[in-house]
């Protein structure tokens, strides 16, 4: 079991930054891959930033050379984002996998933290 818990959401203005923090507690050494999602109003969670366990990583298409996701061991995922837009805004999750099998995985989510980009 993984435990996760986010902050540093926040009201932000356009051009702006915030950094989220995903601090996790738990089984965190069975934890392989890690990752931003959002979710907006009225649309589906989506994959925003992910990190796998060697530091490779993964980026949206809207979100490439705005936002950086770093790893601090196996216990602390951030997300630093910059030039902040309105369509930024959403509720941002953590979510960290945990491999059962070469086929099956357990995932795990965060209680999420709102962000919100004012125009």
């Known amino acids: 079991q993984v435990q996760l818990v986010e902050s540093g959401g926040g009201l932000v203005q356009a051009g702006g930054s915030l950094t989220l923090s995903c601090a996790a507690s738990?089984?965190?050494?069975?934890?392989?891959?890690m990752g931003w999602y959002r979710q907006a109003p009225g649309k589906q969670r989506e994959l925003v930033a992910g990190i796998s366990r060697d530091g490779s990583t993964d980026f949206a298409d809207s979100v490439k050379g705005r936002f950086t996701i770093s790893r601090a061991n196996a216990d602390t995922l951030y997300l630093q984002m910059s030039s902040l837009k309105p369509e930024d805004t959403a509720v941002y999750y953590c979510?960290?996998?945990?491999?059962?099998?070469?086929?099956?995985?357990?995932?795990?989510w965060g209680q999420g933290t709102q962000v919100t980009v004012s125009s």
């Open positions: 738990g089984s965190t050494f069975r934890i392989n891959a």
């Open positions: 979510k960290a996998s945990i491999p059962i099998t070469t086929w099956r995985k357990d995932d795990y």
